[in-house]
C-alpha cells in the first residue's frame, strides 16, 4: 500500500514537528461558517395592506399569531399555477394576484377570474414544495425570453462533447499566503498544480494557471469567464488548491465561500454553459477531524423529444472536494496531496475512454485504499485515512472524448 503524510517527512528521515495538513492553527476563529455569519439586521418588516382580504389570524397556527404584521414575502402555501417568471402584482381591489390566500378565501388569477383558495390551488393534481415558504428569485437572466439553444437532445445519455474546443479549465494554486493569516505555506502544492495542468492539456482543455490571487482577483477573473460566449465550447472546469475550514475556503488575503466559485456560472447567469457540464474540483480541509479507518478482513462468498425543454439553472454542476465536510485532506509535501495524485493518475489513463462519475468512483477507491498518513513521530497524526466527497447535479454522462 502506497503511504502519504500530511506535510510528512520521506521514510527513514527524522520526522520534523509537524501541525495539522491543509488547515488553519487552532487560535485562528473561522470567518464565514456556516453557523456564525453576520448578517445585517432588519429593523421592521411590518406590512400595512389596504385590502380586506388579508390572512386572519385565526387562520394562523398560535406559534405564527404574532407574526400578523410581517411583510408577506415568500408567502406559505404552493406557487400558483398561474406565476410564472413575473413578480407578484396586486390587484387595484385589493385581492392578492399570484398570491397565497388563508382556505375559504378568494384568489384573482392572471385573467382576473376569482378562484376559491382550497389548499389545492383549485386543481385535483398539482406538485407541491415540500418547504414551508416560497420564493419567485431575484436573480436576473442574460438569456431572454426567447430561451437558451439547447447543446444536447433532451433524452440524450451523455453530454455533447464535440463542439470546437473543450473548454477554458482554471487553477487557483495556494501555497503562500498574508501572514495575517497564519497559514503554513502548503508545500507540495506545485506538483498538484503542474499535474493537473499537463493531465487537462492532454484532455484538450485550455488551461489558465493563477498562483497565490487575492480574493477580488479570483472573483474578477470568474465573472469575466462567465460572461465570455462558450457557445463552441464543450464545458468549464475550475480547480481551487488552498487551505480550508467547514464552509470557507482561503484566497492569499482573506476567506471566501466556496459558492463563489459557481455562482457566476448558472444557466441564467451563463446561458452558452447552460445545458453543458460546469465542474469544480477542491483541494482543501473541510475541517479538523482524522478519519482513523476501519481494518477489513478478507471474506470469501460465492455468489423522440420535444422541440424545446426546460432545465433548472443550477443543473449540470460537479463539484468533487478532496474530503468530506468537517475532516482534514492530506498532503504529501513532496508528492502532492493524495485526491489530486489519484485524480490525475486516473485521469490520465482513462479520461478519454470512460464517464467522469465513474472516473470519480475509481478515485475515491484509490485514495481511500492506497493511501495512509505517515507521520511515525505523532501517533494523533500517524496512519490516518481520507474519502474524496463527490457532488453531482450532471443530469448526463461526460466523457471526453479525443478532439
Same mark, same amino acid.
Given at each position: 500500500?502506497?503511504?502519504?503524510?500530511?506535510?510528512?517527512?520521506?521514510?527513514?528521515?527524522?520526522?520534523?514537528?509537524? +501541525?495539522?495538513? %491543509?488547515?488553519?492553527?487552532?487560535?485562528?476563529?473561522?470567518?464565514? =461558517?456556516?453557523? @456564525?455569519?453576520? !448578517? &445585517?439586521?432588519?429593523?421592521?418588516?411590518?406590512?400595512?395592506?389596504?385590502?380586506?382580504?388579508?390572512?386572519?389570524?385565526?387562520?394562523?397556527?398560535?406559534?405564527?399569531?404574532?407574526?400578523?404584521?410581517?411583510?408577506?414575502?415568500?408567502?406559505?402555501?404552493?406557487?400558483?399555477?398561474?406565476?410564472?417568471?413575473?413578480?407578484?402584482?396586486?390587484?387595484?381591489?385589493?385581492?392578492?394576484?399570484?398570491?397565497?390566500?388563508?382556505?375559504?378565501?378568494?384568489?384573482?388569477?392572471?385573467?382576473?377570474?376569482?378562484?376559491?383558495?382550497?389548499?389545492?390551488? +383549485?386543481?385535483? %393534481?398539482?406538485?407541491?414544495?415540500?418547504?414551508?415558504?416560497?420564493? =419567485?428569485?431575484? @436573480?436576473?437572466? !442574460? &438569456?431572454?425570453?426567447?430561451?437558451?439553444?439547447?447543446?444536447?437532445?433532451?433524452?440524450?445519455?451523455?453530454?455533447?462533447?464535440?463542439?470546437?474546443?473543450?473548454?477554458?479549465?482554471?487553477?487557483?494554486?495556494?501555497?503562500?499566503?498574508?501572514?495575517?493569516?497564519?497559514?503554513?505555506?502548503?508545500?507540495?502544492?506545485?506538483?498538484?498544480?503542474?499535474?493537473?495542468?499537463?493531465?487537462?492539456?492532454?484532455?484538450?482543455?485550455?488551461?489558465?494557471?493563477?498562483?497565490?490571487?487575492?480574493?477580488?482577483?479570483?472573483?474578477?477573473?470568474?465573472?469575466?469567464?462567465?460572461?465570455?460566449?462558450?457557445?463552441?465550447?464543450?464545458?468549464?472546469?475550475?480547480?481551487?488548491? @488552498?487551505?480550508?475550514?467547514?464552509?470557507?475556503?482561503?484566497?492569499?488575503?482573506?476567506?471566501?465561500?466556496?459558492?463563489?466559485?459557481?455562482?457566476?456560472?448558472?444557466?441564467?447567469?451563463?446561458?452558452?454553459?447552460?445545458?453543458?457540464?460546469?465542474?469544480?474540483?477542491?483541494?482543501?480541509?473541510?475541517?479538523?477531524?482524522?478519519?482513523?479507518?476501519?481494518?477489513?478482513?478478507?471474506?470469501?462468498?460465492?455468489?423522440?423529444?420535444?422541440?424545446?425543454?426546460?432545465?433548472?439553472?443550477?443543473?449540470?454542476?460537479?463539484?468533487?472536494?478532496?474530503?468530506?465536510?468537517?475532516?482534514?485532506?492530506?498532503?504529501?509535501?513532496?508528492?502532492?496531496?493524495?485526491?489530486?495524485?489519484?485524480?490525475?493518475?486516473?485521469?490520465?489513463?482513462?479520461?478519454?475512454?470512460?464517464?467522469?462519475?465513474?472516473?470519480?468512483?475509481?478515485?475515491?477507491?484509490?485514495?481511500?485504499?492506497?493511501?495512509?498518513?505517515?507521520?511515525?513521530?505523532?501517533?494523533?497524526?500517524?496512519?490516518?485515512?481520507?474519502?474524496?466527497?463527490?457532488?453531482?447535479?450532471?443530469?448526463?454522462?461526460?466523457?471526453?472524448?479525443?478532439?
Amino acid at each position: 500500500m502506497a503511504s502519504g503524510g500530511g506535510d510528512s517527512p520521506g521514510h527513514g528521515q527524522q520526522p520534523a514537528p509537524i +501541525g495539522p495538513p %491543509d488547515i488553519i492553527p487552532e487560535n485562528i476563529i473561522p470567518v464565514d =461558517l456556516v453557523n @456564525s455569519v453576520n !448578517r &445585517a439586521h432588519v429593523e421592521t418588516l411590518e406590512y400595512n395592506h389596504p385590502s380586506q382580504n388579508r390572512v386572519r389570524t385565526e387562520d394562523l397556527p398560535a406559534h405564527l399569531g404574532a407574526r400578523m404584521n410581517l411583510q408577506p414575502v415568500d408567502i406559505v402555501d404552493n406557487l400558483p399555477t398561474n406565476v410564472q417568471d413575473s413578480p407578484v402584482t396586486e390587484n387595484g381591489g385589493g385581492a392578492i394576484v399570484g398570491g397565497c390566500a388563508a382556505v375559504g378565501e378568494s384568489v384573482v388569477d392572471g385573467n382576473g377570474t376569482s378562484k376559491a383558495a382550497n389548499g389545492d390551488g +383549485g386543481a385535483g %393534481d398539482q406538485d407541491n414544495t415540500d418547504a414551508r415558504f416560497w420564493s =419567485l428569485g431575484t @436573480s436576473s437572466s !442574460r &438569456a431572454g425570453a426567447s430561451g437558451i439553444k439547447m447543446p444536447t437532445h433532451k433524452d440524450s445519455e451523455h453530454y455533447n462533447m464535440g463542439h470546437r474546443r473543450r473548454g477554458k479549465a482554471f487553477i487557483f494554486n495556494h501555497m503562500n499566503f498574508d501572514h495575517k493569516l497564519q497559514l503554513k505555506a502548503r508545500n507540495g502544492t506545485h506538483n498538484d498544480r503542474d499535474n493537473l495542468r499537463v493531465v487537462l492539456r492532454q484532455l484538450d482543455f485550455e488551461v489558465e494557471v493563477h498562483n497565490d490571487l487575492p480574493c477580488r482577483d479570483i472573483e474578477r477573473i470568474l465573472e469575466q469567464a462567465s460572461m465570455e460566449d462558450h457557445s463552441d465550447a464543450d464545458c468549464i472546469l475550475v480547480t481551487v488548491l @488552498s487551505h480550508g475550514e467547514l464552509g470557507i475556503l482561503y484566497a492569499s488575503d482573506h476567506p471566501y465561500k466556496p459558492d463563489n466559485l459557481w455562482g457566476y456560472f448558472t444557466a441564467d447567469k451563463c446561458p452558452s454553459l447552460a445545458g453543458k457540464p460546469k465542474m469544480f474540483f477542491i483541494q482543501a480541509c473541510q475541517g479538523d477531524r482524522l478519519d482513523n479507518g476501519i481494518k477489513m478482513v478478507s471474506r470469501t462468498e460465492s455468489d423522440a423529444g420535444p422541440v424545446s425543454y426546460k432545465i433548472p439553472t443550477h443543473a449540470d454542476f460537479l463539484i468533487a472536494y478532496s474530503t468530506i465536510p468537517g475532516f482534514y485532506s492530506w498532503r504529501n509535501t513532496t508528492a502532492g496531496s493524495w485526491f489530486v495524485q489519484a485524480l490525475c493518475h486516473v485521469l490520465q489513463r482513462e479520461g478519454n475512454s470512460r464517464d467522469l462519475l465513474s472516473i470519480l468512483t475509481r478515485v475515491c477507491r484509490k485514495v481511500a485504499f492506497d493511501f495512509q498518513s505517515n507521520v511515525p513521530g505523532d501517533y494523533v497524526m500517524h496512519e490516518k485515512k481520507q474519502i474524496p466527497c463527490i457532488t453531482s447535479m450532471l443530469t448526463r454522462d461526460i466523457v471526453f472524448h479525443r478532439k
